[in-house]
């Protein structure tokens, strides 16, 4: 049994085709923007954590709940962590953690800036 279809629907079938066809080229050509987060700079929420570890008091009972960052210039990266930490006085707290982040030499990520917590 052979399917028959009209002209008209050949006709949009082949338009259809031609159009997602060269939707691809195009988009291929076109500069397209790198999804954000784990291939553009894995190691700067790493870089942002160890900074506030070493910064907080009692780092051995510190707890990184997560983070964002975004890029502000060239190799340059703003992180926002969350934190869990034990404050001087033996308090549980949580806070946020904000760290400027720049790309080294090396694919290394260095902190030029933590900003900690009242």
């Known amino acids: 049994m052979m399917l028959v279809l009209s002209r008209r629907t050949r006709a949009a079938i082949a338009a259809a085709g031609l159009l997602l066809a060269a939707g691809t080229a195009l988009a291929a050509d076109l500069e397209m923007?790198?999804?954000?987060?784990?291939?553009?700079?894995?190691?700067?929420?790493?870089?942002?954590?160890?900074?506030?570890?070493?910064?907080?008091?009692?780092?051995?009972?510190?707890?990184w709940d997560g983070s964002t960052y975004r890029k502000v210039a060239e190799d340059a990266y703003s992180v926002v962590g969350d934190v869990e930490y034990v404050g001087t006085d033996g308090a549980q707290r949580k806070a946020k953690i904000q760290c400027d982040v720049i790309r080294a030499p090396g694919d290394r990520f260095v902190v030029t800036k933590v900003r900690l917590p009242e």
């Open 33 to 63: 923007p790198r999804p954000r987060g784990k291939d553009e700079a894995p190691g700067a929420p790493v870089a942002c954590r160890k900074a506030a570890q070493a910064k907080l008091p009692n780092p051995d009972h510190f707890k």
